[in-house]
């Protein structure tokens, strides 16, 4: 058993099918009060079939391991699971990492076949978010996440304004107000200290960053959508101070209706059509803006129809087995040029 500060950890060391059962931890505070949690342990077995007519070399990763198979039981019981089944035999890397890329080969007889592994890294994110928090003045806060991986860089916000390690932030200041700050030292007793010497005089202004538009790559190109499909348009934004969001159409603002849906909160802005009609389609503009100037993108939606019908079938130069149709070109293409017209013809009956 083993504790780290408020982390409880019980080790079971080479586990065996014995092993299994329900895991419970009780704790109790000095005023007798009991908190409990449990968990169930499951030991998987582990079976090798035909170690006798099949050997695998691991190359490169594990260059010391030779046959028997019987030599890798070790190996496999940790990082991987071999599996037979009659003439199927499958290798299974488990949780693979960075290190486990490499040439893999398999040795059957005088007969081999090699295949490469190559890994991506996985990008980060999270797996326990932020929770809002509801505390009595004076009290601790703490808000706690949590990453798929630990190299990552992180940076935290307050209103939008990043939060560096040192001095308290002040909120509640007007614009170009005057101010002289004191500091009081107040104990876990409730007894307050005779305040510091005043700091020198400020003026507040906020420090002004230019906006800036962050989309998706997928955007540089046409946004294409079937006819009765929804789209859905988003940009990331950052400035200071926090930028104003607006969204336009050849010139013309759009607003949040029933049919246009606009989310905006302060780092982040969506427009989703519903129901996308070729008229839908177009130049979509963002643009955000604040004191320090402003950031716009244009995004560009072509709505795929049916195209129009074409207009003023006539026939000419008729003759007792052939005649010439003519016709003008559909007035819109439902967005796609096109590429042939099919003619349907009607016998009349005597």
């Known amino acids: 058993m083993i504790q780290r500060d408020n982390v409880f950890s019980l080790r079971i060391k080479d586990a065996q099918k014995g092993d299994e059962a329900d895991y419970r931890i009780t704790l109790t505070n000095h005023r007798g009060e009991h908190v409990k949690s449990s968990g169930k342990l499951s030991v998987r077995g ?15 990763k594990h260059p010391d391991l030779v046959s028997p198979l019987e030599s890798l039981n070790p190996l496999f019981d940790h990082l991987m699971n071999l599996l037979v089944d009659k ?13 486990d890329e490499g040439e893999y080969t398999v040795v059957a007889g005088d007969s081999k076949a090699t295949a490469e592994l190559i890994i991506s890294e996985a990008p980060t994110d999270f797996s326990a978010h932020l929770k809002d928090q509801t505390i009595t003045e004076f009290e601790d806060a703490e808000f706690t996440c949590q ?19 040192g001095p308290r932030y002040v909120s509640g200041l007007i614009e170009d107000a005057t101010y002289e700050f004191r500091v009081f030292a107040r104990n876990s007793a409730g007894a307050i200290s005779a305040p510091s010497q005043p700091s020198e005089a400020i003026t507040c202004r906020d420090d002004i960053e230019e906006p800036r538009l962050d989309v998706d790559a997928s955007y540089s190109s046409n946004v294409v959508v079937m006819a009765g499909e929804p789209f859905k348009l988003e940009a990331n934004v950052t400035g200071r101070p926090i930028p104003s969001l607006v969204w336009t159409k050849e010139g013309k603002e759009l607003e949040d209706t029933a049919k246009i849906e606009i989310k ?14 070729r008229r839908d ?37 008729i003759a007792a087995e052939k005649c010439v149709l003519n016709w003008l070109h559909p007035t819109h293409d439902g967005g796609a040029k096109i590429e042939y017209f099919i003619i349907q013809r009607l016998a009349s009956t005597h």
């Open 87 to 99: 003439e199927k035999h499958t290798l299974t890397i488990k949780d693979c990492t960075l290190a």
């Open 281 to 317: 389609g177009g130049a979509f503009t963002v643009t955000a803006s604040n004191p320090g100037g402003f950031a716009k993108f244009t995004f560009n939606v072509k709505v795929l129809d049916r195209p129009g019908p074409p207009d003023s079938l006539s026939v000419t130069d």
């Open 46 to 60: 582990w079976c090798f079939t035909n170690t006798n007519t099949t050997l695998f070399q691991i190359l490169d």
């Open 264 to 277: 905006t909160s302060d780092f982040h802005t969506t427009l989703i059509n519903k129901d996308s009609l």
């Open 147 to 165: 990453l798929t991986k630990e190299k990552a860089e992180v940076k935290w916000y307050r209103n939008g304004r990043e939060i560096r390690e």
